[in-house]
């Protein structure tokens, strides 16, 4: 019995040892993927040269031009949609225009709820988000129906149409206090 115990103890150090060298490795290597991907985001929403980040209340980052002229604002936001959190990244130009809405991550309802971030086929950008582009506060309205002024809601996921629509209006006015 000792001897099984031992045995089993020293495949247990081995195994651990092993896991414990392999996360040496290889977590530079993630965190350096993560903030490739973080940038990648970033610049979908707002082309910058150099993002900055600040945890003011809010997590947002400041854009720079090649200058070091801000371009623009990128904020970090999360609403509560209908099957869980949606993390959105929201691009503000300086004249406080949206340059681009992506969703970075949602547990919405597969089909329904997930149009929020669904590409179309022959489109580059999701059809739904590229609705933000170019709107300003005031503009951020959701409405039942056609509209060219306001957001459209995805028929058959108000909820998380809705969700979206106050996760960026109510992150950019929260900004927008902060900020001054």
């Not at 936001?77 to 300086?94: H, P, Q, T």
């Not at 969703?103 to 597969?110: D, I, N, S, W």
Request: one cysteine or more; charged letters at 25%.
């Amino acid at each position: 019995m000792l001897r099984l115990s031992s045995a089993l103890l020293i495949v247990a150090l081995c195994c651990a040892l092993t896991l414990a060298l392999i996360y040496y490795n290889t977590a530079p290597r993630i965190e350096e993927q993560k903030k490739m991907l973080l940038e990648r985001s970033l610049n979908s929403v707002l082309s910058a040269d150099r993002y900055e980040k600040y945890e003011n209340g809010m997590v947002y980052f400041e854009a720079y031009d090649k200058e070091g002229i801000v371009v623009g604002w990128c904020l970090s936001l999360s609403e509560k949609g209908y099957g869980g959190d949606i993390n959105l990244l929201v691009g503000l130009d300086s004249n406080k225009k949206i340059t681009g809405v992506k969703v970075l991550g949602h547990k919405e309802t597969p089909g329904l709820g997930s149009q929020i971030n669904e590409v179309k086929y022959g489109q580059k950008d999701a059809a739904f988000l590229s609705q933000f582009n170019g709107k300003i506060l005031e503009d951020i309205e959701l409405v039942k129906g056609e509209t060219k002024e306001n957001i459209q809601a995805i028929t058959g996921a108000t909820v998380s149409s809705r969700a979206v629509v106050d996760g960026v209006r109510q992150g950019i006015e929260e900004f927008l206090k902060v900020k001054k």
